[in-house]
């Protein structure tokens, strides 16, 4: 029960935003694996095991498995003329087969804008506490060899050794005139 | 040696060398080729204008995307054979020399020359001078003649460790218990410094090497000079 309820706490808090970047239709929530249930408001006539995707985009069972109420008097009017059936009573019945449109599927979703923020944020927070160790945690000056003064003199000695003729730096010093190229 | 902020491969010294650079560069082109086919592929499926409705099988997809990646393999794969026989090939050696490792230095005995043994540890950084590099000098350094075949026998005193010359394009493993045979030969006097390539222990990145090619008299000054040390 703890995993449902994270499962779905997450994934309205990766879903829902105060502000809606996408047009989501209301009546559905996009979901992976399916429609989105608590145990205990779990709703017998939906199927739990629906998946649909791009590679799948028609699966073997629908979404409702049970019509009951209205959704039962849609189904049997189905059957009949289609031009009976207003536009909010044929989106009612794609809804009960299908979770999402195609449409809905090849939009995407801005998950990964939560979690390029919350990686933002760790890293800023390491930023940070790098910045201070630098500014107040400063170690003493260590001399190495890289300092400017030891790379010109091991430069000078690959010179002399006639180190990387061909690409290295013996290659670009003039030897008759004792300068760079 | 390697300049500073150096990605490529470093200058070689030998004929086997200039080989395996160009290997290197044709084989870094193959796999450019294919990751950038990979990546157009990619590119053009992440559109999200395909919906799989049906799956159905080709058999002319199904040859091409075998035959492509086996010819791809085969182009890449025989000229690496023929490099490797190249390398191993018979090569008559003019002069021999053993080089066996330890835990964590060198020592070099010298197969023509009865005397000849010599250790090579590496200099700690606080001893270097000034335009020294760190963790490639060391006390005793392998000196060769150029412009000679030089048979080397490499084996191990205690654990496996691996003799490296990146300019030379060598790496050859040093096992204990066994001999391994490399030929060296450098087209010009020089000093070269490579670094145990198997790890040995605590102070495996600590074991260098230092070999300079230099002139056949100053080669049996110092064969002369270190036998009688």
């Not at chain 2, 990546?39 to 499926?45: I, N, Q, T, V, W």
């Not at chain 2, 559109?47 to 099988?57: E, I, R, T």
């Amino acid at each position: 029960m703890a995993s449902s309820l994270l499962r779905v706490a997450l994934h309205r808090v990766v879903s829902h935003r105060s502000v809606h970047l996408t047009k989501v239709r209301p009546s559905m929530v996009i979901g992976f694996g399916g429609p989105v249930q608590l145990a205990e408001d779990r709703d017998p006539n939906l199927n739990p095991i629906f998946h649909e995707s791009l590679t799948n985009p028609i699966p073997d069972k629908p979404r409702t498995l049970k019509y009951t109420g209205d959704l039962a008097t849609l189904k049997e009017m189905e059957v009949g003329d289609w031009k009976k059936l207003s536009v909010e009573d044929q989106m009612d019945l794609y809804n009960s087969f299908f979770g999402a449109s195609i449409a809905d599927m090849c939009r995407g979703q801005d998950d990964w804008k939560s979690v390029f923020g919350a990686c933002m944020i760790f890293i800023s927070f390491g930023l940070l506490l790098h910045l201070f160790i630098h500014l107040y945690i400063n170690p003493p000056y260590v001399w190495t060899t890289l300092d400017e003064d030891w790379v010109k003199a091991s430069i000078k000695r690959q010179i002399q050794s006639h180190a990387g003729d061909i690409t290295g730096y013996s290659s670009k010093w003039d030897y008759a005139n004792n300068r760079w190229k | 040696m390697y300049p500073y902020s150096f990605i490529q491969l470093t200058d070689s010294n030998t004929f086997f060398g200039h080989e395996i650079v160009l290997f290197h560069d044709f084989s870094l082109a193959s796999l450019v080729f294919i990751l950038t086919a990979v990546l157009l592929m990619s590119k053009a499926l992440k559109k999200k204008k395909y919906v799989v409705l049906a799956y159905k099988g080709s058999n002319m997809l199904e040859f091409l995307w075998t035959f492509f990646p086996v010819f791809i393999l085969i182009s890449i794969g025989l000229p690496s054979l023929y490099l490797m026989y190249l390398l191993e090939g018979s090569f008559k050696g003019d002069l021999t020399f053993k080089v066996v490792g330890h835990q964590w230095y060198w020592s070099y005995e010298g197969g023509d020359f009865n005397d000849f043994d010599m250790s090579s540890y590496m200099v700690p950084s606080e001893d270097l001078q000034e335009g020294q590099f760190r963790l490639l000098e060391v006390d005793n350094s392998m000196v060769l003649p150029y412009s000679t075949n030089i048979r080397l026998m490499i084996t191990s005193y205690d654990v496996i460790h691996s003799w490296t010359l990146p300019s030379l394009k060598m790496k050859v493993d040093a096992v204990p218990g066994r001999l391994n045979t490399m030929n060296i030969f450098s087209f010009q006097p020089g000093s070269f410094y490579g670094q145990c390539s198997e790890i040995c222990g605590l102070l495996h990145s600590f074991m260098p090497i230092h070999v300079e090619f230099v002139n056949w008299e100053t080669f049996l000054n110092h064969v002369t000079e270190e036998s009688f040390n």
